[in-house]
């Protein structure tokens, strides 16, 4: 059974940075495209970030371009997200799943951690 289990979301005023975090497990990590995917209440959910199996070609949606980083360590099976700069737009639940930026709909789900940021 794939189990994800995102971690590192809190309260954060504008500007600030954060780290969220997913522990993976049930399949073979170093295999699989991961993304982070967000989603404000109401709203549908919004890609955010790729990364390939390997580590390699990030990809970024235009809205978090150049203020978080994706990244991921495939011995210990973790895919982490450092957020720069953040406004309060970047306010969401966000989610660790099991895709890239074209298949992320069809991919597996973690539970999610809060993100708000706010003064």
């Known amino acids: 059974e794939v189990q994800l289990v995102e971690s590192g979301g809190g309260l954060v005023q504008p500007g600030g940075s954060l780290t969220l975090s997913c522990t993976a497990s049930g399949f073979t990590f170093r295999y699989a495209d991961m993304s982070w995917v967000r989603q404000v209440p109401g709203k549908d959910r919004e890609w955010v970030a790729s990364?390939?199996?390997?580590?390699?070609?990030?990809d970024y949606a235009a809205s978090v371009e150049g203020r978080f980083t994706i990244s991921r360590d495939n011995d210990k099976n973790t895919l982490s997200l450092l957020m720069n700069r953040l406004e309060t737009e970047d306010t969401a639940v966000y989610y660790c799943?099991?895709?890239?930026?074209?298949?992320?709909?069809?991919?597996?789900w973690g539970q999610g951690t809060q993100v708000t940021v706010s003064s």
């Open positions: 990364i390939r199996n390997d580590g390699s070609r990030p």
């Open positions: 799943n099991t895709g890239d930026r074209w298949s992320w709909r069809g991919g597996d």
